[in-house]
């Protein structure tokens, strides 16, 4: 299939598209379906992808700057050693899918579903996190400073030695997730010992 940049595709077959060479540029896809797809060390420019379908699709070492994947189903994929740059994940799902080492700079992901997943040691500081589906994700020594996970659902994540400083976070975050050798800030020490019923004097 021929693509060109500055145009949209809606509801189309998208499984044999290969990244090729040159940058995506200013394309929009609606309910598209890129299943099993080789998109490996894709670049995109601006890119909005609405309701898509990447089953089993190989994003690794891709790139992608300043574009949207809302609402899009990320499963069984491979991300690994991709960047996104200013982009929005609003209510995207990534699940069973490899996602390590992955580099997320200024993105929004709200909504978004990660439940389970793997994201040791990996730099989310100051993204957007709100209402972020993170029950039982492994955060193991993640970067979240200032990150804003309000609402977000934590229940058994895995958040020993992540660093929480300046984050927002829920009580319900604080108890519900497992924070042994966490870093936080005096307001989250205080809101945490609230959270576990403690009376701080």
């Avoid at 420019?45 to 899009?72: I, K, M, N, P, Y």
């Avoid at 972020?132 to 309000?150: H, I, P, S, Y």
Wanted: aromatic fraction near 4%; charge should be negative.
């Amino acid at each position: 299939m021929d693509l060109s940049d500055d145009a949209e595709y809606t509801d189309l077959d998208m499984s044999e598209v290969r990244a090729g060479e040159a940058p995506w540029r200013r394309r929009r896809f609606v309910r598209c379906r890129f299943e099993e797809a080789d998109l490996r060390g894709l670049v995109t420019e601006a890119c909005t992808f609405d309701e898509c379908d990447f089953t089993g699709v190989d994003l690794g070492d891709s790139v992608h700057q300043g574009g949207a994947f809302r609402t899009c189903r990320i499963v069984r994929a491979t991300l690994g050693g991709a960047t996104f740059r200013g982009c929005s994940l609003l209510g995207t799902s990534l699940i069973d899918s490899r996602l390590r080492p992955i580099t997320f700079t200024d993105c929004d992901l709200t909504l978004a579903a990660l439940g389970r997943s793997d994201l040791r040691d990996t730099d989310l500081s100051g993204l957007r996190l709100r209402e972020a589906n993170l029950v039982e994700a492994d955060l193991r020594g993640t970067d979240l400073q200032g990150a804003d996970l309000t609402g977000a659902r934590l229940l058994r994540a895995r958040l020993e030695g992540a660093d929480l400083r300046g984050a927002r976070i829920d009580a319900n975050g604080l108890v519900q997730a497992r924070l042994a050798g966490a870093s936080v800030d005096v307001e989250q020490a205080i809101a945490f010992a609230s959270a576990h019923g403690l009376r701080v004097a």
